[in-house]
Structures are given as structure tokens and as C-alpha cells.
């Protein structure tokens, strides 16, 4: 079967209808800057969702698959999950009521991510429950995806639909796009893509499937004859206007103070082109958090995709800064002021993982 004509699931992120153990507050319901701070834009799924849901595409919500997928098999179905085990049991039930093994599926997820992770229910909920069960962020972790290994050879094809999920940069993290996109190709035996822009409605095709506005998704593909999954790389660059950071007397992130002339301003030379709102990362989840101290007063700021935008919260607005030299591929060298506070910001993690 031709890989365009295959039924395609979206996976789309939602507030958990409960913390684990049962309890819910229930003003974390829509609110989703309640625990990921103002760095990132809580309208841009809703603009997603609409969009895949318009006359355009026609997606059709499918809460509970069942022989309603069996008898119409609509071609786009969008299903609300906070958690892997929601995406397990979907699925488990679309494929009951579709036995065949040779009828695979596309899936995409979609959600405020980072390199290497989409959040799913994450973002409505303290970051102490984001990593257990049952699994509020789509990543590479081991114990979450062996829930979703007996799908395996009947997935076609996968995509990541958060700004940068499948970017080979991350903030000083161990794991990245690479090493979930990767994982995911040699359990599934598929293709698996992610993106490596900002993304936008713009960047779905007429299908609600996920290509890329201007830099094409990167992933890896199951490669039969060598029974591994090979990469597939792209190569397009993009450009900014350029706009240089202004040098803080200081930065305060996580309890420690940097104020290191040199260090400051090799970050500020590396931040010396700014994102327009067409390229901004709407769909980014905020890596580390920093306070920029003027002279005149301090301001917030965010690193987002893997150090490659700084969201400076300005009294004029905010602000989201990059690198006018990086590609989609290729950055210059990071700042060593990011690797110390991805250091520090690590061993905070650390922390909530052991109180958790």
C-alpha cells in the first residue's frame, strides 16, 4: 500500500483527567503555564487542533477505537492522550478491531517538546510526576516504551510534530532527538522522523501530516537488509535578522550566581540574531531558566531547543534570540556558560527525581 494512502493517528496532548493515586486539582485544567512558566505559547495546539478538525483536513476525533475505525476507517483520527499508557490503550484497541497485520498506520504526536521528548499531559502537572507512571512525557525512556513495543511491524511510519523534538542538539542533555527517534525505528521496525524547526500549522500537508514548513523533518528509517535503522539526514539553513544580546553584570540560574566577563560575553556573541514570530518555537518546552541582572533592573530568560534560542522576557516584550551562523544541522560552538548551568540545572533534576 502506498505509504500516503495509510490511515493516520495523531496523538495530541491533554491535560491529565487525574494525578497519580487519583487526585486532581482541578484548576490545572487548561492551565498549561502553570508548571512550565511563560516561555512557551499554550494557544499554538489549539491551533493545531483546529486546523487538522477544518473542512481542510478533516481529521475526526476517535477517543475509543473500536468498530467504528473497522467499518469507516477514517483516514486522519485524532486522539487526545496526557500519558503513554492512554497511546498504549488506543491503540491496543484500534488494532484489536483491525486484526490484519498487514493494515499499518502512521502515527504523529504532537505537543510542546524538547530534543528528544514531547510532553503529553506533563505540562499541567509538577514536574515530580512527569517521568513515572504512567508516563506524562513521550521520550526515550526504557520503562514507558515497553508499553508500545508490541505494535511492532505495524506502524509505518512515525512523526514528531514538537518545535525541534528531532534535533540532534540538546541543552547539555545526554539523550536528544537522535537518540529517541532512533529507539523508536529499531522497536517498531519503521520509518521515524521529528522536526527540526519551529512548528507551525504551516508545516502540515493537506493530510494534516507533519512535512516541515522549511526545513524537513530528520529522522531514521528500518533499513530490511541490514536489520537497523538508517538516518536520513537534511541539509536546509535558515537565516535571522541580526540582534545581539546586551551584556547582564550578571546571571543567576538555580541558586548560583555567573558573572564572569569573558563567559557573558561569548554568550552574548552567540546570541546576536533574533526569531521572528513566523520562526519562533511556539511549540517549545523551556530547557533552563535564567535571570539576565542590568543595571536598571533583571529580566527572566529561557533556553529553548537544545541552547539554540534564548526567550528573553524584555520590558519592551519578549524577545527570542539565536545564532545568525546556525543551520538546521550545524551550530557554532556552544557557550560555556550553558554547559555550567545545564550542570547545575541537572543536579536540581537529580533532586526532584530522588524527593520524588
Known amino acids: ?23 486532581y486539582d482541578p484548576e490545572l485544567a487548561g492551565n498549561l503555564e502553570l508548571h512550565s512558566g511563560i516561555a512557551i505559547d499554550p494557544q ?11 473542512e481542510e483536513v478533516k481529521a475526526v476525533i476517535v477517543p475509543t477505537p473500536g468498530e467504528t475505525t473497522r467499518k469507516q476507517r477514517p483516514r486522519h483520527m485524532l486522539a487526545r492522550v496526557s500519558n503513554v499508557i492512554e497511546m498504549m490503550r488506543w491503540l491496543d484497541l484500534y488494532f484489536r478491531a ?20 514531547i510532553s503529553l499531559g506533563a505540562n499541567w502537572l509538577p514536574r515530580k510526576y512527569w517521568y513515572s507512571y504512567p508516563y506524562y512525557v513521550f521520550d526515550s525512556n526504557p520503562r514507558a516504551l515497553l508499553f508500545l513495543g508490541r505494535f511492532v511491524n505495524r506502524v509505518d511510519e512515525v512523526v514528531l510534530a514538537g518545535c525541534f523534538a528531532g ?46 514548513k522549511e526545513v524537513d523533518p530528520v529522522g531514521w528509517v528500518w533499513n530490511v537488509q541490514k536489520g537497523s535503522a538508517t538516518h536520513e539526514p537534511q541539509k536546509r539553513e535558515l537565516q535571522f535578522v541580526e540582534k545581539q544580546l546586551s551584556k547582564p553584570k ?26 521572528d514570530e513566523t520562526h519562533r518555537p511556539r511549540l517549545a518546552l523551556p530547557e533552563l531558566e535564567l535571570e539576565l541582572n542590568y543595571q536598571d533592573g533583571n529580566v ?19 524577545i527570542c534570540y539565536t545564532n545568525q551562523a546556525r543551520s538546521a544541522r ?27
Not at 483491525?98 to 521528548?117: E, L, M, Y
Open 44 to 54: 499554538r495546539l489549539d491551533e493545531i487542533s483546529t486546523h487538522l478538525l477544518s
Open 98 to 117: 483491525n486484526p490484519n497485520p498487514d493494515k499499518r498506520i502512521r502515527i504523529q504526536v504532537i505537543g510542546h517538546a524538547q530534543s528528544g521528548s
Open 250 to 275: 550578571s546571571i543567576a540560574a538555580y541558586g548560583q550566581t555567573f558573572n564572569d566577563a569573558a563567559t557573558l560575553d561569548e554568550l552574548c556573541d552567540y546570541f546576536n540574531a533574533e526569531a
Open 300 to 318: 527572566r530568560a529561557w533556553l529553548l531547543c537544545g541552547g539554540r534560542f534564548l526567550l528573553v522576557d524584555e520590558p519592551a516584550g519578549k
Open 1 to 23: 500500500m502506498i505509504r500516503a494512502n495509510l490511515p493516520i493517528v495523531t496523538f495530541i496532548a491533554a491535560a491529565p483527567s487525574q494525578l497519580p493515586g487519583g487526585s
Open 330 to 356: 550545524k551550530l557554532p560552538p556552544r557557550p560555556a556558560l550553558l554547559d555550567l548551568v545545564s550542570q547545575v540545572a541537572s543536579l536540581e533534576e537529580a533532586q526532584i527525581h530522588k524527593a520524588a
Open 167 to 212: 534535533s540532534w542538539h540538546s541543552n547539555g542533555f545526554e539523550v536528544n532527538g537522535r537518540t529517541l527517534m532512533f529507539t523508536l525505528a529499531e522497536m517498531w521496525k519503521c520509518k521515524v522522523r521529528g522536526a527540526d524547526e519551529a512548528v507551525s500549522v504551516e508545516g502540515f500537508d493537506n493530510q494534516g501530516w507533519y512535512v516541515g
